[in-house]
Nanobody, 117 residues
Framework: QVQLVESGGGLVQPGGSLRLSCAAS????????MGWYRQAPGKQRELVAR???????NYADSVKGRFTISRDNAKDTVYLQMNNLKPEDTAVYYC???????????WGQGTQVTVSS
């Protein structure tokens, strides 16, 4: 089992950047598929980006070219670098971890990202 804690959210102007971190504790972090999700008020939670244990990355079309997901297995941490932020990026961002064979992911508590001028 792994526990996740997100940090790095905040208020930023359109066009600005933020770097989110997700610190994991527990066992076998390097074996987990890691993802970032977000949920805006009145909206469903959506996948933003994911990264496999081997470093393969996938992004939602809405963030492709602007966001970068990465992981540092030595630090048990996954990151989301967010550049050229837009107001529609405003949401609570959640980190998630899924290990092969698991029925459901483990979620962090979320961190608020607000993009506003």
């Amino acid at each position: 089992q792994v526990q996740l804690v997100e940090s790095g959210g905040g208020l930023v102007q359109p066009g600005g950047s933020l770097r989110l971190s997700c610190a994991a504790s527990g066992s076998s972090f390097s074996l987990y598929l890691m993802g970032w999700y977000r949920q805006a008020p009145g909206k469903q939670r959506e996948l933003v980006a994911r990264i496999t244990s081997g470093g393969s990355r996938n992004y939602a079309d809405s963030v492709k070219g602007r966001f970068t997901i990465s992981r540092d297995n030595a630090k048990d941490t996954v990151y989301l670098q967010m550049n050229n932020l837009k107001p529609e990026d405003t949401a609570v961002y959640y980190c998630a971890a899924l290990r092969g064979g698991s029925a459901s992911p483990t979620w962090g508590q979320g961190t608020q990202v607000t993009v506003s001028s």
